[in-house]
């Protein structure tokens, strides 16, 4: 059964602050994408990253994908309230997603 | 361009009964997937249908089935339903032969079975 593991579950951070959300699993994937969820809405995705260290920026995101193909990070640079939300990684493995179980992110003002 | 919609947005069913989730997907798409997540979950693979026919399946039980129609759209049918089916249905639409990877999301159904 391939996993993805999401870590932290949960984060609380002061607005400025930077963070790391990571997602990592034993399996290879042939692309892993970052979804953001907001409360009653389905996920939006970000990015979609493909070859192994590969580096994907978007605005104050930075997302990268292991150089094996089994791992990815998220990082958020001087966060802003606007980035509270659940962020969810998804590993393709043929026609289907595997997720993580997301991390919530709370950004205080 | 619209996007993918989904219906109803909540509802509330008895143990035992069934039930059918309706999604219609973006413009100029052919696939649609559907997953169902549980509180505090990701998303878990139910099927995918691509042209009307069922074009792969998660670890879900054949109560679970589905439907695409010729317009793409599709509907999501349980019979059946237990306590654990209570989640958040989500439907996501795609246009196989070109950007496969990229999915666009509903709004979702969220269903409470009591």
């Known amino acids: 059964t391939q996993l993805l593991e999401q870590s932290p579950q949960f984060l609380s951070i002061q607005e400025g602050e930077n963070l790391t959300v990571y997602c990592n699993s034993s399996?290879?994937?042939?692309?892993l994408q970052w979804y953001r969820q907001e409360p009653g809405e389905g996920p939006v995705l970000l990015v979609t990253?493909?070859?192994g260290g590969e580096v994907k920026k978007l605005k104050r995101l930075t997302f990268q994908f292991g150089d094996a193909r089994k791992d990815s990070s998220l990082h958020i640079t001087a966060a802003q309230p606007g980035d509270t939300g659940l962020y969810l990684c998804?590993?393709?493995?043929?026609?289907?997603?595997?997720w993580g179980a997301g991390t919530k992110l709370i950004i205080k003002p | 361009e619209t996007g993918v919609t989904q219906s109803p947005t909540h509802l509330i069913k008895t143990r035992g009964q069934q039930v059918t989730l309706r999604c219609s997907s973006q413009?100029?798409?052919?696939?649609v997937s559907w997953y169902q997540q549980a509180l505090g979950q990701g998303p878990q693979f139910i099927f995918q249908?691509?042209?009307?026919?069922?074009?792969g399946r998660g670890n879900f039980p054949p109560r679970f089935s589905g439907l695409q129609f010729p317009n793409y759209s599709s509907e999501l049918n349980v019979n059946a339903l237990e306590l654990d089916d209570s989640a958040l249905y989500l439907c996501?639409?795609?246009?196989?032969?070109?950007?496969?990877?990229?999915?666009?999301f509903g709004p979702g159904t969220r269903l409470t079975v009591t």
């Open positions: 996501a639409s795609s246009s196989r032969g070109l950007t496969r990877d990229e999915q666009y």
């Open positions: 413009s100029g798409h052919n696939t």
């Open positions: 249908y691509y042209r009307e026919e069922e074009n």
């Open positions: 399996s290879v994937f042939s692309s």
């Open positions: 990253v493909v070859t």
């Open positions: 998804a590993g393709r493995s043929n026609y289907q997603l595997i």
